[in-house]
C-alpha cells in the first residue's frame, strides 16, 4: 500500500524561527508533491507543490524534495503565531495522473508560540 | 477564483437516518472526492468520481454510496446512519491531466451522528 508518512507532533517553535516540517513516501513512481495548512475546524488549503528535486521558495516557505531519499520537507521562515495549524503533506503518483488522485499524510501540528 | 461549495457546515441526525451530504464545483472537473477526517487518523479517501455516473471506492467505502448524475454535483450518502460515522466530511475537486494540479477542497460538513 502506498503510504505517506509524516510525524504528528505537536512541533513548536518560538516565533521567529524556523519551523521544519518533514514527510516521506512509499511509491517511487510519486511525481508531484504538495503542501496544504489547515487552520483546526478549516479545511485544508493549499500553500506549495513541487515536482522537482530541490528547493522551491514562495515567501516565508522553502519546499525541498529528495526523490532518491523518498523525501520531501516544509520550511517556514520567520514562524508567525498565524502558521499555528496543522500541515498535511500529499503525493501524487504517476498513475494517478488522470484521477487526481493523492495520498495524504496524516499532518504535523505546528506550534508557534509568541 | 475557484469555488467548492458543500451544503451543510454542520449537521445532525440521528442512527439509522439517510443523510445526504452535497458538493458542488463550478470549475468544470471530471473528479471529485469525498474523504472523511477525524483525528489522529488523517484524510481518508471514501469515494472518487471521474465522470458522470462514474464512481470509484477509496479507501473506506463501507456504509458509503455515492450519486453524480450531474457533473458539477457529487453526492455522499450515508445509507443507514451510524455513530461511528461521526466526522467531519470534505469535499474536494482537482483539474485532471497535469500533474501540478492539486485538490480543491469545499468548506467541510461537521456530521454528527446521535
Known amino acids: 500500500q502506498k503510504e505517506v508518512e509524516q510525524n504528528s507532533g505537536p512541533l513548536s517553535v ?49 519546499a525541498q524534495l529528495n526523490k532518491a531519499s523518498q523525501y520531501v520537507s516544509l520550511l517556514i521562515r520567520d514562524s508567525q503565531p498565524s502558521d499555528s495549524a496543522t500541515y498535511l503533506c500529499a503525493v501524487k503518483s504517476d498513475g494517478s495522473s488522470n484521477t487526481g488522485k493523492l495520498i495524504f499524510g496524516q499532518g504535523t501540528t505546528l506550534q508557534v508560540k509568541p | 477564483d475557484v469555488k467548492v461549495t458543500q451544503s451543510s457546515r454542520y449537521l445532525v441526525k440521528r442512527t439509522g437516518e439517510k443523510v445526504f451530504l452535497e458538493c458542488v464545483q463550478d470549475m ?37 454510496s455515492v450519486s453524480r448524475e450531474k457533473k458539477e454535483r457529487f453526492s455522499l450518502i450515508l445509507e443507514s446512519a451510524s455513530t461511528n460515522q461521526t466526522s467531519m466530511y470534505l469535499c474536494a475537486s482537482p483539474p485532471a491531466s497535469s500533474s501540478t494540479d492539486t485538490q480543491y477542497f469545499g468548506p467541510g460538513t461537521r456530521l454528527t451522528v446521535l
Request: hydrophobic share 30%; aromatic share 18%; proline share 5%.
Open chain 1, 14 to 62: 518560538p516565533e521567529g524561527a524556523i519551523a521544519s516540517l518533514n514527510c516521506t513516501y512509499s511509491d517511487r513512481g510519486s511525481q508531484s508533491f504538495f503542501w496544504y495548512r489547515q487552520y483546526s475546524g478549516k479545511s485544508p488549503e493549499l500553500i506549495m507543490f513541487i515536482y522537482s528535486n530541490g528547493d522551491k521558495e514562495d515567501g516565508r516557505f522553502t
Open chain 2, 28 to 64: 468544470d472537473h471530471e473528479n471529485m472526492f469525498w474523504y472523511r477526517q477525524d483525528p489522529g487518523l488523517g484524510l481518508r479517501l471514501i469515494y472518487f468520481s471521474y465522470d458522470v455516473k462514474m464512481k470509484e471506492k477509496g479507501d473506506i467505502p463501507e456504509g458509503y
